[in-house]
């Protein structure tokens, strides 16, 4: 199973956000699309990626006054991203050796979709349920 599949599934769309938005707005946006995390962009190129683990860091360091500075200060500058033809499991690994759990995918230098570990953990929980399937399916015949 490859990159590709989950975005096929799970659509292309990818939220973001300005260097300059205020911290506020961006965490406003997280909870309306009930989502983790956010690519902090500019002009279609990715300048930083804004999760809600960077934002429990920042406001346990430097308290609230915090929200009304720009993401920009904030966000996680050095962004790992994926291409559509990786795959699941090595999508699982780069995550876990990382300790991230968002991944943009970026083909010919464009953004095509965000992956999440949830997004990854789902695909291969389906992968397993059709491995078993086609074992039952496959014991009854024989």
Known sequence: ???????????HQ???????????????LLGERKIGAVLVMEQGRIEGILSERDIVRVLS????????????????????????????SGLMEMM??????????????????LISIGDVVKRRVQEYEH?????????KTA
């Not at 199973?1 to 659509?11: E, N, Y």
């Open 1 to 11: 199973m490859t990159v590709r599949s989950i975005l096929d599934a799970k659509g």
């Open 14 to 28: 990818v939220m973001s956000v300005a260097p300059g938005a205020k911290l506020s707005a961006a965490i406003k």
């Open 61 to 88: 360091e430097r308290g609230a006054g915090v929200l009304d500075e720009p993401v920009s200060t904030v966000m996680t500058r050095k962004v790992v991203s994926c291409r559509e033809s990786d795959t699941v």
């Open 96 to 113: 876990t050796t990382g300790k991230f759990r968002h991944l943009p995918v970026v083909e010919d230098g464009k953004v095509v979709g």
């Open 131 to 139: 491995e078993q399937e086609a074992l039952r399916d496959y014991i």
